[in-house]
Nanobody, 129 residues
């Protein structure tokens, strides 16, 4: 069964940093493009960033540009989201999700969370002012 397990969330003050990890299993990592999404309290789920398989490229939503970095380690089946200069509005549950590279390019958009093939259960990030 394909699955993701996210970790690395926690509480941090504004201006701080966190490194989120997403470990995948049960699928061929190189066949999928992977995205990070988040859902803040009372808000819609939104895409944050995505990365094409084999590290062929990345895309960032405006909210993440210049502050967040997505990367992957295919040997570990892991995708990371390094988050710097965190703001209170970054408070959310962060999810990773994957879709076959045949159907999701990851460029121009971080992807549609509900259109992804499988997703993790999320990790909570809380940023205090």
């Amino acid at each position: 069964e394909a699955q993701f397990v996210e970790s690395g969330g926690g509480s941090v003050q504004a201006g701080g940093s966190l490194l989120l990890s997403c470990v995948g299993s049960g699928f061929i990592f190189d066949d999928y493009n992977i995205g990070w999404f988040r859902q803040a309290p009372g808000k819609e789920r939104e895409g944050v960033a995505c990365i094409r398989s084999r590290n062929e490229g990345t895309y960032y939503a405006d909210s993440a540009k210049g502050r967040f970095t997505i990367s992957s380690d295919t040997a570990k089946n892991t995708v990371y989201l390094q988050m710097n200069s965190l703001k209170p509005e970054d408070t959310a549950v962060y999810y990773c999700a994957a879709r076959s590279r045949a159907f999701f390019y990851c460029g121009g958009s971080p992807g549609d969370y509900y259109g992804m093939d499988f997703r993790g259960k999320g990790t909570l990030v809380t940023v205090s002012a």
